[in-house]
């Protein structure tokens, strides 16, 4: 329920559940909606007073998380320059990005770390060039890998012989033309975890079946990948995200 009371501090809004517990209690999500649980019993005006003591403590949290989020933006804003020192995503996994100065260029990726070997430690154009050209090595490599796993584990239910393109997209993550079992994944998904390559892969096959996202789609789509819901949430990650636009700009 809804509720809002006049506090010292001004007007405060809340949602209140009421449940079977022994005390009143509140909390701030990271989103700024204030929660209060109350007994089942503890009449209205209870609570009210509840959260008016608290006034200050309510507009302090606010103002904190008001904070911490506009960090967080910052943050996902600037995530990514090309330094030594920066974070990147490879496959869902975060690394630190090591330039290092060597005779021969060559990019490798250790258990923790892209490790960028460049002739010259100030040709930041090269180090991007390096960068960008092991991404799209991988993605092609790694994508169509996935992607081919998937084709061959369920080919008794979507058939084989597709046609499958990788594309730099910037607002989808797939495409299918059943008539031509041509099938496009977006290459950005190299950022992103195996779990999330391979439920694109699956959304993408299931479209050989049902062209559109009715309720018969998403049937066919529970067969082959039970948990999809899980995997596709994993794609909104907010700070691969950010890097992947810097990535891929
Ligand atoms: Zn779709």
Known sequence: MDRHVSTSQGLINYNLTRKNIKNMNMRIGRDGIISVSCPLAVPLASVDEFVSLRADWVIASMEKIKTQNIAREKLAANC???????????????YQLAVVKKSRASVVL???????????????????????????????????SAFDSMAVKHAEKFGENFVLRLRNTKSRWGS????????????????????????????????ILVGDHSEK??????????????KRALLSDAE???FVNVLFA
């Not at 990514?80 to 975060?94: A, E, M, P, Q, T």
């Not at 041509?182 to 195996?194: H, N």
């Not at 789609?217 to 899980?230: G, H, I, M, N, R």
């Open 217 to 230: 789609f998403y049937q066919v789509l529970s067969t082959v990948s039970p948990d999809y819901k899980d």
């Open 240 to 242: 691969i995200r950010a």
């Open 176 to 207: 299918c033309i059943p008539k031509l079992r041509t099938i496009m994944l977006c290459k950005r998904l190299i950022c992103y975890s195996t779990d999330c390559i391979e439920y694109v892969a699956l959304h993408e096959l299931a479209h």
């Open 80 to 94: 990514f320059n090309y330094d030594d020192g920066d974070i990147l995503y490879y496959l869902g996994v975060k």
């Open 110 to 144: 250790s258990a923790e770390q892209l490790i960028v070997a460049t002739t010259d430690l100030s040709d930041k154009i090269k180090i991007k060039k390096q960068i960008n050209k092991w991404y799209a090595r991988q993605a092609s490599a790694v994508i169509s």
